[in-house]
């Protein structure tokens, strides 16, 4: 029942930027950690960033300092500005989220069906 659809993928050259979006909907009741995470072809699905709903960060070593990962809680939505993409950045990214229905509920986690995002070198 509860949706995750992202948007912004794209082809674009090394060195440039994409903004990917992430919209959370149906029946929600809050939402902790939202974030990206991307898996290449033949790849493992790997960490790219994660935000709490109090605005604490994590990155890989590799997208720190070129990734920027934003949110707008009340909007159940997430952001990721990526720029000085290389080549090696291309993936499928996919929204995650945990996410509570119910005030006594418990927290699971949802995925969208991902973006593709490819640099060209």
């Known amino acids: 029942q509860v949706q995750l659809v992202e948007s912004g993928g794209g082809l674009v050259q090394a060195g440039g930027s994409l903004r990917l979006s992430c919209a959370a909907s149906?029946?929600?009741?809050?939402?902790?950690?939202m974030g990206w995470y991307r898996q290449a072809p033949g790849k493992q699905r790997e960490l790219v960033a994660v935000?709490?709903?109090?605005?604490?960060?994590n990155y890989a070593d590799s997208m720190e300092g070129r990734f920027t990962i934003s949110r707008d809680t009340a909007k159940n939505t997430v952001t990721l500005q990526m720029n000085s993409l290389k080549p090696e950045d291309t993936a499928v990214y996919y929204c995650?989220?945990?996410?509570?229905?119910?005030?006594?509920?418990?927290?699971?986690?949802?995925w969208g069906q991902g973006t593709q995002v490819t640099v060209s070198s």
């Open positions: 149906g029946s929600i009741f809050s939402i902790n950690a």
């Open positions: 995650n989220a945990d996410v509570r229905r119910a005030y006594s509920g418990h927290y699971y986690s949802i």
């Open positions: 935000i709490t709903s109090s605005g604490i960060t």
